[in-house]
């Protein structure tokens, strides 16, 4: 594992949002939209924090399986590899990578019963197997993925905000239905996440943001993709995430 974050290939793989945003020309010609990748996006990074529940994995590898599933399809596209497949494989690597290894049986084991209802989620242990394999590849076989809960907790010590960490780590652990941590430091998306933190709690911090020297303009940023994902994407219509998934290949 890298020294830091800035010595790592996390850092010298950070994206911009056209590079997150854009959707690859095979999912176009099956008519997904911006809109429904961000959709699919959202529901199946839900999915892997409901298929870690079952399982008992830490959020740490919660964050590592979605940060994982988020940069496969800066890459590749929805119609090359299947998201009910790299969804669960994703949690799979980053139960390895994370030292919290969860067997692929009992993996497949809760995949077949969540959602119950779409049998798009019911593959075999083999296709598991096999779908870690392309995913390695398709990551470069950087698997480290820094998080900002370390720094979290740090920031909030240092600005005397200990006792607002609930709220704050549950913003954080929001912010995963972004594309964020591609995107930004973790640090700064931990000082957005105290920021909106802050708001919601009513504490006064603009000295503290004054003295750290950050570029507010930038924290503000990442608060609002926050917070336009509570506005807007929080409860999603299942009509409209319906429609989005019918678009994905059907499987015989």
């Known amino acids: 594992m890298a020294a830091n974050f800035w010595a790592s290939s996390h850092c010298k793989k950070l994206l911009d949002s056209d590079e997150v945003g854009h959707v690859l020309p095979a999912d176009q010609e099956r008519g997904l939209t911006a809109e429904d990748v ?16 079952h399982l008992k994995v830490r959020q740490r590898v919660v964050a590592t399986a979605i940060a994982y599933f988020r940069r496969i399809y800066t890459r590749k596209s929805f119609t090359e590899f299947d998201p009910r497949l790299v969804a669960p494989t994703c949690l799979y690597l ?24 779409d049998k798009g989620f019911r593959y075999e242990i083999k296709d598991v197997l096999e779908m870690e394999m392309r995913l390695l590849e398709a990551l470069d076989y950087y698997l480290v993925i820094y998080h900002p809960y370390r720094p979290l907790i740090q920031l909030l010590q240092d600005a005397g905000l200990s006792d607002i960490i609930v709220t704050v780590w549950s913003i954080v652990n929001d912010s995963y239905r972004t594309d964020l941590i591609l995107m930004h430091p973790p640090f700064m998306i931990a000082l957005a996440c105290i920021y909106i933190g802050s708001v919601i709690k009513d504490k006064e911090t603009r000295t503290w943001f004054e003295e750290l020297r950050v570029d507010m303009n930038v924290i503000k940023n990442i608060a ?29």
């Open 94 to 117: 980053a139960s390895k990578a994370e030292e919290s290894t969860v067997a692929a049986k009992l993996l497949v084991f809760y995949m077949k019963k969540i959602p119950p209802e």
């Open 224 to 252: 609002m993709e926050i917070l336009d994902f509570y506005e807007n994407y929080r409860n999603i219509p299942e009509e409209r995430l319906n429609a989005a998934m019918a678009k994905l290949p059907q499987r015989s």
């Open 38 to 53: 961000k959709l699919i996006k959202i529901y199946l990074s839900s999915y892997i924090k409901n298929l870690a529940g």
